[in-house]
Antibody, heavy 119, light 110 residues
Framework: EVQLVESGGGLVQPGGSLRLSCATS????????MSWVRQVPGKGLEWVAN????????YFVDSVKGRFTISRDNAKSSLYLQMNSLRAEDTAVYYC????????????WGQGTLVTVSS | FMLTQPHSVSESPGKTVIVSCTRS????????VQWYQQRPGSSPTTVIY?????PSGVPDRFSGSIDSSSNSASLTISGLKTEDEADYYC??????????FGGGTKLTVL
């Protein structure tokens, strides 16, 4: 069974940093693109970042470029999102998602972790 | 490009409902469309991938299609059940923005 479990969310002040983690199991992690998608409570889904199987390609939505970094540890079957210079508008539930072979779409999602940016 | 969905739809149990997803520019056929179901308090799950494919475990009451003439995709749910009440999102790949999601459609089963 494919499982994705996020952690690391919480309350952080504007300008602060947070590192999200996603522990996976039930599939060969190194064979898949991985992604982060966020959702403001009560609102729609927004893609945040993607990373290729070997970490050689990374893509970000414009609003987080230069502030967020995505990384992975294939030996640990884990995905990470380092979030710096956080803003109030980054407040959302962050989902870890596995992608299809080419990174074209998500197929499995984690349960999400809430990030709240507030003073 | 953007994907536009109706904000909400409602229908009675046992009936059929269609949720549309219209692509603003470029051909709907140029990239696969996926549909995700999100029940209240839960994370999204895939109900349709690659325009019309159903993951294992998704009932055949769910079907997907695309229509080039209207440049839109559709999710059809037949034999509606109260458990189908959820938000539904379409998604497609965009080379510049990577993944584009529709705004979501709230399905109410009256």
């Amino acid at each position: 069974e494919v499982q994705l479990v996020e952690s690391g969310g919480g309350l952080v002040q504007p300008g602060g940093s947070l590192r999200l983690s996603c522990a996976t199991s039930g599939f060969t992690f190194s064979r898949y693109w991985m992604s982060w998608v966020r959702q403001v409570p009560g609102k729609g889904l927004e893609w945040v970042a993607n990373i290729k199987q070997d970490g050689s390609q990374k893509y970000f939505v414009d609003s987080v470029k230069g502030r967020f970094t995505i990384s992975r540890d294939n030996a640990k079957s884990s995905l990470y999102l380092q979030m710096n210079s956080l803003r109030a508008e980054d407040t959302a539930v962050y989902y870890c998602a596995r992608s299809d072979d080419y990174g074209d779409y998500p197929d499995y999602w984690g349960q999400g972790t809430l990030v709240t940016v507030s003073s | 490009f953007m994907l536009t969905q109706p904000h909400s739809v409602s229908e009675s149990p046992g009936k059929t409902v269609i949720v549309s997803c219209t692509r603003s520019s470029g051909s709907i056929a140029s990239n696969y469309v996926q549909w995700y179901q999100q029940r209240p308090g839960s994370s999204p799950t895939t109900v349709i991938y690659e325009d019309s494919q159903r993951p294992s475990g998704v009932p055949d009451r769910f079907s997907g299609s695309i229509d080039s003439s209207s440049n839109s995709a559709s999710l059809t749910i037949s034999g509606l059940k109260t458990e189908d009440e959820a938000d539904y999102y379409c998604q497609s790949y965009a080379s510049s923005d990577f993944w584009v999601f529709g705004g979501g459609t709230k399905l109410t089963v009256l």
